[in-house]
Each structure stands twice: as C-alpha cells, then as structure tokens.
C-alpha cells in the first residue's frame, strides 16, 4: 500500500522560516505547523515574530519559536542556524520567505534603493541557506523552499529590482538544487502571484492595480494566505522527495496566460 498522506505529515520535523511574522511567512509557518511541524520564525520586528509564534503554537500544539534577525547580515544567519539547533538539534526545513519591494521607473529609483532589494532578496536567501547547509548535509535530509515569485519568469514595469532579484531566486534554486541533491536536500521555489500580503497592501486599492488583478489573473481576484500553505507543506515533506529545482506557481492562473 501505497503512504498517500501521510507522505505530508511534518511530525517529528524542525523548520525555519525567515520574514515568518506576517504575510506569507506566516501562513507558511502555521501550514508547516499545522502539519505537525516545529518552527523558528525569524524576522528583523522581534515583538512580532513573538506574538505570531504564540498564535502557532496556541492553535497547533507544536513549538513555535521566534528570534530578530536580518538575513542581510551573515552572522545573523549563522546565529539563525545556531539557534534552531539548540532548539530543535536539528534542521530539516528552510523557508526563504524574507523579501522587500520597492517599485518605480529605473529612472526615478536609486541605486541604493535597487541595492536594498538584492541585499535581503538575493544575499540574504544564499546566506540562510549558506548557514544551515552544513547540518543538512550532515543528516543527509533537508528541504529548502525558496520564494521566488511569478515575477521572476514574467516581466512587469517599474519592477526592476524585485523583478531582477526573484529572476535570480529561480536561477538560485536550479544552481543549488543540483548542487545539494547529491546530500539528500531537495531545493524548490514557490512562485507566488499577487497575494494581499502587506507588501501589497499600499497598492491594492489603486485602479490600475485593480484593472490588472482582473484582467491578468484568471480567477480575477487576489491570493488568500491560507492558498500558498498547501505548497508549503508539500514541497516540505516527502511526497516532494523526487522534485528538485523545480517552480511551483500559485498565482491564480497569471502565467498560464
């Protein structure tokens, strides 16, 4: 017989997940709880991280452990890894999910500001993921989920840092997908659409933002949170065992056009 679901059970598994106080990372977080899963949420608002490791663990019974930090900074994302061993004494989950946006013409955005966007977007996912490496490759087990987003395989105007940071996510989880294979870590992105998470919230109510939603999107509407937890939780466990550097969208319906 065949495991079918239990294939999804994250029972006995340790996860971190980074920008895991809001948004994304957060449904992320309780879907991988949910699914019987212990967590480290980590982001740069402690008092935040704090309160949502609370709501997890009071809603799923599981540890949900929060800890500050930036994962621009690479002895944070030392002190991450760390951290999750002494909690948890190992790591068998990372979720990429901290990222910023900042939007704009090329020719009104500074340098700096396309800089910020690569620092947390692009660095700080090749330094978590750096960082907890060596314990997976010890365990020969691991699961690395990068948030990449459909804007890494699309283009969109006044996008140019996020677009160019989320097209080297994609490139990023091919490149470490074969190079960790061998050790038994599958590497995968979540392509994301337009969720309402608080990114997006600032341009949520503008017409253009709505005639686009409507007009690209096939279900015409925005993401709910709870819809990106089902594919976290699967390229989590081991029905996803045979995928690596693979790119899985949830997004409505927005590329397939």
């Known amino acids: 017989m065949l495991p079918g679901i239990q294939q999804f059970n994250l029972t006995g598994r340790s996860a971190i997940v980074t920008g895991g106080s809001k948004g994304l990372g957060e449904a992320m977080a309780a879907g991988l709880a949910s699914a019987g899963a212990d967590v480290l949420l980590v982001s740069r608002n402690e008092a935040e991280a704090i309160a949502t490791a609370e709501r997890i663990a009071a809603d799923f019974g599981h540890r949900a452990v929060a800890m500050a930090a930036d994962v621009s900074q690479p002895d944070q994302c030392e002190a991450m890894a760390e951290r999750a061993l002494s909690e948890f004494n190992k790591i068998d989950i990372l979720v990429n999910n901290a990222?910023?946006?900042?939007?704009?013409?090329?020719?009104?955005?500074?340098?700096?500001?396309?800089?910020?966007?690569?620092?947390v977007n692009v660095d700080g996912l090749w330094?978590?993921?750096?960082?907890?490496?060596?314990?997976?490759?010890?365990?020969?087990?691991?699961?690395?989920?990068?948030?990449?987003?459909?804007?890494?395989?699309?283009?969109?105007?006044?996008?140019?840092?996020?677009?160019?940071?989320?097209?080297?996510?994609?490139?990023?989880?091919?490149?470490?997908?074969?190079?960790?294979?061998?050790?038994?870590?599958?590497?995968?992105?979540?392509?994301?659409?337009?969720?309402?998470?608080?990114?997006?919230?600032?341009?949520?109510?503008?017409?253009?933002?709505?005639?686009?939603?409507?007009?690209?999107?096939?279900?015409?509407?925005?993401?709910?949170?709870?819809?990106?937890?089902?594919?976290?939780?699967?390229?989590?466990?081991?029905?996803?065992?045979?995928?690596?550097?693979?790119?899985?969208?949830?997004?409505?319906?927005?590329?397939a056009r």
Do not use: H
Request: charged content about 20%; overall charge positive; hydrophobic content about 45%.
């Open 99 to 119: 990222g910023v946006n900042i939007r704009g013409p090329i020719d009104e955005l500074t340098y700096e500001q396309f800089r910020d966007v690569q620092r």
């Open 127 to 255: 330094l978590a993921t750096r960082a907890v490496v060596p314990a997976m490759k010890k365990a020969r087990y691991g699961r690395i989920i990068n948030l990449a987003s459909t804007l890494g395989v699309v283009g969109l105007e006044n996008r140019t840092p996020y677009t160019a940071s989320k097209g080297a996510v994609v490139q990023m989880t091919r490149a470490l997908g074969l190079e960790l294979a061998p050790f038994g870590i599958c590497v995968n992105a979540i392509c994301p659409g337009p969720f309402l998470t608080p990114m997006n919230v600032p341009i949520a109510e503008a017409e253009q933002t709505k005639k686009f939603i409507l007009g690209a999107v096939a279900l015409g509407r925005w993401g709910r949170m709870e819809e990106i937890q089902g594919a976290a939780i699967f390229l989590a466990s081991d029905a996803a065992s045979y995928m690596v550097g693979s790119l899985l969208t949830v997004d409505g319906g927005w590329t």
